[in-house]
């Protein structure tokens, strides 16, 4: 049951906000058939049950948002996660986490002031020459504020809000605890792998709110780019970043959300979008360490036609191996190869060979219809989307970062459009994929992968004759075992354990009374020093376990 995983005190004040928002959108049910109710009456919480009608009329995606958005930063944040999902959710879902916007009422600086001191080390007028109360930006995790140093070099600080960690902490516990719950008792939505998402989610949400983490992610992306004066990264002051407060560079540049600045200032569309691209695509391809979120308030367009990116708290790792299967999957999808196209797609979601036969023939028929269209013509984000509805159709999930992979690839296309609507992206992709896949295939790679290969099987060859003979060891004292692990048995024993207990406790606790019943009718006085009777006694076991009986059944749900 839930409650007993939070019997802390400290998450009970949140986990009533969080039922309480849930009942008022018309999730009473759910927050009782996890066990959410329970706690909160036993910590004296009075819940109405019926949710306003006009928010009960909203469809459950519309819902589902609003709910998210009340329950603050780390529901918002999984929100816009489950955003990348695109493999998970159909498009009415995506579109509604696409909502997400992470903003939120800025904090007083004088709330910020005794935190931003003891980051600093001393007060801020002693480092800086001057710092703007008035925040340019304030979002759910942080707010950024402009300052000058002495020489008269502008920076922005990014100041983590007050006490927010210790909610986040909070609502991570009860996530963790509700995937749990709802991989264990929800059949048909397993396949979503929710304790996984919630682990990543975790994972990325606590790198986010380390500040140091994200000014080190900037600096590996810096150094990525040293050859490449056209693409910007904001440098990072060191002496003043921390876990809290992350100190760097003032860019002044166009948002790349204000076309119609870019236009003004004699910029290049069609020069930024392809610099763009060229760019995400060399993070992703080349470097296997991307910007996970490079929407077009992480841009900013500067003179020269060059591209600032800014906020890397959020970035996405590809190991070698899985960049040669993008590469592959991108490729087959340009040129058409619905075999490579799908036998990635299936090492990738984990699919059967029944699966597999009836995905090739879907996938041959999707490549099929790109046959002869120009690449300029193929919206590579809508096929990408296309094709993982495919996957979805057939109950299949990709890994998360494949996921966030996706979503990027998306969101890039969308940036290089609004830019550029004659934007070929597959036209640009094409010679990095064929360099790619040439590079994976050149003699030393080829002699790398061989030697890497080879040393993992000496190894194992080594190891053997030690293996077989532990092996062989055990057999003769009789101790090797063959371990089968079946989770909805194992469930069923626990179910029989606890229903036994029960039964034997009743059947003590009828014996006690019967037989306190015979002890009374004959004992004539108390035969102990305390003044009771061994009758007494026995009533007094008998109702102590009838008690613990009633709260084992009660605390089991089996009030039916």
């Not at 992350?246 to 204000?258: E, F, H, L, S, W």
Request: proline residues 4%.
């Amino acid at each position: 049951m839930l409650w007993q995983a939070i019997s802390a005190v400290r998450d009970l004040g949140r986990l009533h906000d969080i039922a309480s928002v849930l009942i008022r959108y018309g999730f009473g049910d759910l927050v009782r058939r996890v066990g959410m109710s329970g706690a909160l009456e036993r910590a004296g919480k009075v819940l109405r049950w019926r949710a306003p009608e006009e928010l009960a009329r909203l469809e459950p995606p519309a819902r589902i948002r609003r709910v998210l958005e009340e329950l603050g930063p780390t529901f918002i944040k999984l929100g816009q996660i489950l955003a990348t999902r695109v493999d998970l959710f159909s498009p009415e879902w995506i579109t509604e986490f696409s909502k997400l916007q992470d903003e939120a009422p800025a904090v007083a600086f004088a709330e910020l002031r005794a935190q931003l001191t003891a980051d600093l080390g001393e007060q801020p007028e002693a480092i800086f020459s001057r710092v703007e109360e008035q925040p340019l930006a304030a979002a759910s995790l942080a707010q950024v504020h402009r300052a000058w140093l002495a020489d008269g070099t502008v920076v922005v600080l990014k100041v983590r809000r007050p006490s927010i960690k210790t909610t986040i902490e909070a609502d991570l516990r009860l996530l963790a605890r509700l995937a749990e719950i709802v991989e264990a008792e929800a059949q048909d939505l397993r396949r979503y792998r929710p304790r996984e998402i919630v682990r990543q989610f975790t994972l990325s949400l606590r790198r986010e709110l380390d500040f140091a983490t994200e000014c080190r992610n900037a600096e590996r992306i810096a150094v990525n780019f040293a050859r490449f004066p056209e693409i910007i990264v904001p440098g990072i002051y060191w002496q003043w970043t921390s876990e809290r407060l992350n100190v760097q560079a003032y860019i002044d540049g166009i948002p790349g959300t204000d076309l119609a600045a870019v236009d003004a200032a004699g910029l290049d569309r069609k020069t930024l979008a392809r610099r763009g691209i060229h760019a995400v695509l060399k993070m992703i391809l080349e470097d296997g360490f991307f910007h996970a979120d490079p929407h077009p308030g992480n841009v900013f367009y500067l003179p020269e036609n060059r591209i600032a990116f800014i906020d890397f708290g959020m970035v996405g790792r590809l190991s070698a191996e899985r960049r040669y299967e993008l590469t592959r999957l991108l490729h087959g999808l340009v040129y058409h190869d619905s075999a490579a196209v799908a036998d990635v797609l299936l090492d990738w979601s984990g699919g059967t060979d029944r699966d597999g036969d009836i995905l090739q023939n879907e996938i041959d028929v999707f490549v099929d219809q790109y046959r002869g269209m120009p690449l300029k013509n193929i919206n590579f984000g809508a096929m990408l989307s296309d094709l993982v509805t495919i996957l979805r159709e057939h109950g299949l999930a990709l890994p998360p970062d494949l996921a966030l992979l996706i979503k990027s690839f998306v969101t890039l296309e969308g940036l290089g459009r609004q830019l550029d609507p004659d934007f070929d992206i597959a036209g640009v992709a094409a010679p990095l994929l064929e360099r790619e896949l040439l590079a994976h295939a050149t003699p030393a790679a080829l002699a790398r992968r061989g030697w890497r290969t080879l040393g993992g099987a000496l190894g194992v060859i080594a190891a053997l004759p030690q293996d077989l003979r532990q092996i062989l060891r055990s057999a003769r004292r009789g101790k090797l075992q063959l371990q089968i692990d079946v989770v909805p048995l194992r469930q069923l024993g626990e179910h029989l354990d606890r229903a036994a207990s029960r039964l034997a406790l009743s059947v003590v606790t009828a014996a006690l009374i019967i037989g306190s019943a015979i002890v009374m009718t004959v004992e004539k006085k108390s035969a102990l020093p305390v003044g009771l009777s061994y009758g007494e006694i026995g009533f007094i076991a008998a109702a102590i376990g009838g008690v613990w009986l009633l709260i084992s059944i009660w605390r089991g749900g089996r009030w039916k």
